[in-house]
Nanobody
Protein backbone atom coordinates (compact mmCIF):
# COMPACT_ATOMS: atom_id res chain seq x y z
CA UNK A 1 0.00 0.00 0.00
CA UNK A 2 1.38 3.34 -1.05
CA UNK A 3 1.29 6.03 1.60
CA UNK A 4 2.64 9.53 1.97
CA UNK A 5 2.26 10.92 5.47
CA UNK A 6 3.04 14.52 6.33
CA UNK A 7 3.84 15.72 9.82
CA UNK A 8 5.30 18.72 11.59
CA UNK A 9 2.64 21.32 10.97
CA UNK A 10 1.41 23.66 13.65
CA UNK A 11 0.91 27.23 14.79
CA UNK A 12 3.87 29.58 14.70
CA UNK A 13 4.35 33.33 14.94
CA UNK A 14 5.47 35.35 11.97
CA UNK A 15 9.23 35.15 11.60
CA UNK A 16 9.33 31.70 13.12
CA UNK A 17 10.29 28.34 11.66
CA UNK A 18 8.76 24.92 11.14
CA UNK A 19 10.06 21.69 9.67
CA UNK A 20 7.65 19.45 7.82
CA UNK A 21 8.29 15.81 7.06
CA UNK A 22 6.82 13.53 4.43
CA UNK A 23 7.33 9.82 5.00
CA UNK A 24 6.74 7.57 2.00
CA UNK A 25 6.04 3.87 2.14
CA UNK A 26 5.12 1.23 -0.38
CA UNK A 27 7.02 2.76 -3.27
CA UNK A 28 10.38 3.97 -4.46
CA UNK A 29 10.04 7.69 -4.88
CA UNK A 30 11.88 9.63 -7.50
CA UNK A 31 10.95 13.29 -7.64
CA UNK A 32 9.07 14.54 -4.60
CA UNK A 33 7.32 17.84 -4.21
CA UNK A 34 5.56 20.13 -1.76
CA UNK A 35 2.32 21.93 -2.46
CA UNK A 36 0.07 24.11 -0.33
CA UNK A 37 -3.49 25.27 -0.35
CA UNK A 38 -4.70 28.29 1.56
CA UNK A 39 -8.38 28.68 2.49
CA UNK A 40 -10.41 29.72 -0.51
CA UNK A 41 -7.49 29.37 -2.92
CA UNK A 42 -6.23 26.78 -5.35
CA UNK A 43 -3.36 24.44 -4.73
CA UNK A 44 0.02 26.12 -5.12
CA UNK A 45 3.27 24.42 -6.01
CA UNK A 46 6.01 25.19 -3.47
CA UNK A 47 8.98 23.23 -4.74
CA UNK A 48 10.47 19.85 -5.50
CA UNK A 49 13.54 17.68 -5.12
CA UNK A 50 15.00 14.93 -7.29
CA UNK A 51 15.98 11.59 -5.87
CA UNK A 52 19.68 11.82 -6.50
CA UNK A 53 21.71 13.94 -6.34
CA UNK A 54 18.93 15.99 -4.79
CA UNK A 55 18.49 18.88 -7.18
CA UNK A 56 15.87 21.32 -5.94
CA UNK A 57 13.45 23.85 -7.38
CA UNK A 58 11.48 26.54 -5.52
CA UNK A 59 8.83 28.99 -6.54
CA UNK A 60 9.81 32.62 -6.12
CA UNK A 61 7.54 33.25 -3.13
CA UNK A 62 9.49 30.84 -0.91
CA UNK A 63 12.96 31.01 -2.44
CA UNK A 64 15.56 31.86 0.21
CA UNK A 65 13.17 31.01 3.07
CA UNK A 66 12.26 27.37 2.46
CA UNK A 67 14.61 24.44 1.97
CA UNK A 68 13.66 21.01 0.67
CA UNK A 69 15.80 18.01 1.51
CA UNK A 70 15.40 14.25 1.58
CA UNK A 71 16.80 11.13 3.17
CA UNK A 72 16.48 8.33 0.64
CA UNK A 73 17.42 5.69 3.19
CA UNK A 74 14.37 6.72 5.21
CA UNK A 75 12.25 7.44 2.12
CA UNK A 76 11.46 10.79 3.72
CA UNK A 77 11.40 14.35 2.42
CA UNK A 78 11.60 17.49 4.54
CA UNK A 79 10.55 21.11 4.18
CA UNK A 80 12.41 23.54 6.42
CA UNK A 81 10.46 26.77 6.54
CA UNK A 82 12.13 29.86 7.98
CA UNK A 83 11.04 33.49 8.22
CA UNK A 84 7.44 32.42 8.00
CA UNK A 85 4.81 34.95 7.00
CA UNK A 86 1.04 34.96 7.58
CA UNK A 87 0.58 34.39 3.86
CA UNK A 88 2.35 31.03 4.25
CA UNK A 89 -0.68 29.79 6.18
CA UNK A 90 -2.04 26.78 4.31
CA UNK A 91 -2.53 23.04 4.26
CA UNK A 92 0.78 21.64 3.06
CA UNK A 93 0.83 18.48 0.94
CA UNK A 94 3.65 16.30 -0.24
CA UNK A 95 3.62 14.38 -3.48
CA UNK A 96 5.74 11.75 -5.17
CA UNK A 97 6.19 10.42 -8.66
CA UNK A 98 7.61 7.25 -10.05
CA UNK A 99 10.22 8.80 -12.31
CA UNK A 100 12.35 11.89 -12.56
CA UNK A 101 11.53 14.72 -14.88
CA UNK A 102 11.72 18.49 -14.99
CA UNK A 103 11.31 19.62 -11.37
CA UNK A 104 8.92 22.38 -12.46
CA UNK A 105 6.50 19.68 -13.66
CA UNK A 106 3.58 19.60 -11.19
CA UNK A 107 2.13 16.24 -12.21
CA UNK A 108 2.55 13.64 -9.50
CA UNK A 109 1.34 10.10 -8.96
CA UNK A 110 0.79 10.01 -5.22
CA UNK A 111 -0.32 12.55 -2.64
CA UNK A 112 -0.40 12.84 1.11
CA UNK A 113 -3.33 14.08 3.18
CA UNK A 114 -1.67 17.30 4.27
CA UNK A 115 -0.52 19.01 7.43
CA UNK A 116 -1.79 22.41 8.54
CA UNK A 117 0.59 25.32 8.95
CA UNK A 118 -0.77 28.48 10.55
CA UNK A 119 1.35 31.60 10.86
CA UNK A 120 0.04 34.29 13.17
CA UNK A 121 0.90 37.95 12.74
Amino acid sequence: QVQLVESGGGLVQAGGSLRLSCAASGLTTYDMGWFRQAPGKGREFVGAISRSPGFTYYVDSVKGRFTISRDNAKNTMYLQMNSLKPEDTALYYCAARLWSTNLQNVEYHYWGQGTQVTVSS
